[in-house]
């Protein structure tokens, strides 16, 4: 049965290409309601784009339990294994616009929805198990670095350089940038992080710290420098293109969930803050312990409603999983769902993508594009005498005891500011002779870019970071850079 042509409102019409004219060659006619209707509706297709994490692609998919962890949460999800949910993931680059090239070396954004009973859990992380900053505070003027100039609007080394010189705890994640890491090849192909520290809490109301990790079943594939510009130019949809011809061909990706377990008796021992997420744990001292098994097998019918449109926050936590003093994460909890109130406006959960498909039970109400099916007529205050909505003591929030009550603007651990230890393992001990190699090249390449009158003391500032992490990876650079370092610079740099 064929269908009528209708407007928003659902009234069928006929003429969709002539507008109303006077006479066949007057002017357009104010009246023509349907000219009106279609270039209002034109001209605001387009929403606010995301800030960072502009460009992106999604699937829906499916989570599994495959191991027992029910002795650190009590998160129904983990209850036993072969438990399983719906699950939606975006992964994307950071800095780049929408219409930049997935090709970019740039972090991968890996976040994902689950569909829990209990709720919608959003981890939100990245391709790396490290950040830039440790302090939520710097990331505006951090980003602002991966953006574009005030002053022509084009994308500038000397800034990002600039920062990360004047920041060395972006050193970790600098390197894994600069390296083939940087330029993965697609989304299938990489690993994926929740990065910050979390908290479980089990049926006993014990707490552990946990890291969450997601280890490609593709394995892991890059590009090099050289490749990944090339694939920039001929194909800037590269990563989008993979991804929905690997699904629609029934070539499921998907990836393995593990987690790392820190008790709060080993946190207080630890070498560095744990809650840092410029830092790693070793997984030789906290091995990786699996969880289950991610698999994505749909792409959403229409990528505006449901990739666009989708909305992750690190705060959309369920019962059993929670946060930790992480500042980068502690900042995160406010902002990404303040974002979205902006971007998407204050009912943005009640889209079909972000809508928890289990009860949603409370008093909020109103705001642009409110939909009233979870609520009707139901009362809009708590307590009342009309409902039957009780809050369950079962979920009560963990209670703790905080390490201090001295308001501080510094972190406790005394190795807060080594910043070049871990660095320096991520060259010698993770990287092969090839990995180093292109790490050099790139960061040369990159730093060949740095120009005007501040350019030597950025260079020689970032040199310094590079010869304490280790000497030969700065001399490398240096060489390729054509610094000439004499051994006061040298010495100077290593203290």
């Not at 990836?255 to 030789?284: C, G, H, S």
Request: proline share 5%; hydrophobic share 35%.
């Amino acid at each position: 049965m064929e269908k009528k042509l209708t407007t928003s409102s659902g009234a069928p019409y006929f003429e969709h290409q002539d507008s109303q004219t006077v006479g066949e060659r007057g002017p357009v006619l104010l009246q023509d309601f349907i000219l009106q209707e279609n270039l209002a509706h034109f001209v605001r297709e387009r929403i606010p784009e995301r800030v960072v994490h502009a460009k992106g692609s999604g699937a829906y998919g499916k989570f599994t339990v495959t191991n027992d962890i029910s002795q650190y949460t009590r998160a129904k999800l983990f209850s036993k294994i072969g438990n399983s949910c719906k699950m939606f993931a975006r992964f994307s680059t950071v800095g780049g616009e929408k219409g930049s090239a997935d090709t970019a070396r740039d972090p991968r954004g890996f976040a994902l929805k689950f569909y829990t009973e209990d709720g919608n859990w959003d981890l939100v992380g990245n391709n790396t198990p490290v950040f830039f900053i440790k302090d939520a505070k710097k990331f505006p003027d951090f980003i602002h670095t991966q953006k574009r100039t005030p002053k022509n609007n084009l994308p500038s080394a000397t800034m990002k350089w600039d920062f990360w010189s004047l920041n060395p705890e972006s050193l970790h994640q600098v390197l894994i940038l600069m390296s083939d890491r940087g330029t993965p090849h697609g989304y299938r192909h990489m690993h994926g992080f929740g990065s910050h520290t979390f908290s479980m809490i089990n049926g006993e109301n014990e707490r552990v710290w946990v890291k969450f990790h997601f280890k490609t079943e593709q394995g892991i594939k890059n590009f090099n420098n050289e490749e990944a510009t090339k694939m920039a130019g001929e194909n800037p949809d590269f990563a989008q293109e993979d991804l929905c011809k690997a699904i629609e061909n029934g070539d499921f990706p998907k990836w393995k969930l593990y987690i790392q377990v820190m008790t709060e008796e080993q946190a207080k021992e630890f070498r560095w803050n744990p809650f840092d997420v410029t830092k790693v744990w070793f997984q030789a001292e906290f091995p990786l312990i699996e969880v289950g098994e991610m698999e994505l097998n749909e792409i959403p019918a229409n990528f505006f409603a449901h990739v666009e449109q989708s909305a992750f926050s690190p705060s959309n936590l369920i019962d059993g999983i929670s946060f930790s003093p992480d500042k980068m994460l502690q900042g995160r909890l406010f902002s990404y769902p303040d974002a979205h109130r902006y971007r998407l406006g204050v009912n943005s959960h009640q889209l079909e993508v972000n809508r928890c498909p289990f009860a949603v039970n409370n008093y909020q109400r109103d705001g642009f594009m409110a939909d009233s099916k979870d609520y009707g007529d139901a009362p809009n205050y708590f307590p009342n005498s009309f409902d039957n909505i009780k809050p369950d003591a079962s979920y009560k929030n963990f209670e703790y005891e905080l390490d201090s009550n001295k308001v501080a603007n510094f972190n406790r651990n005394e190795n807060d500011d080594d910043h070049y230890t871990q660095p320096g393992l991520l060259y010698t001990k993770a990287m092969n002779t090839e990995d180093r190699e292109h790490l050099v090249h790139n960061i040369i390449q990159s730093m060949k870019g740095i120009d005007g009158p501040k350019r030597d003391e950025i260079i020689n500032r970032q040199l310094c970071h590079f010869f304490r992490a280790n000497v030969e990876l700065g001399m490398k650079v240096a060489s390729g850079l054509q610094i000439n370092i004499d051994q006061n610079t040298l010495s100077h740099a290593k203290m």
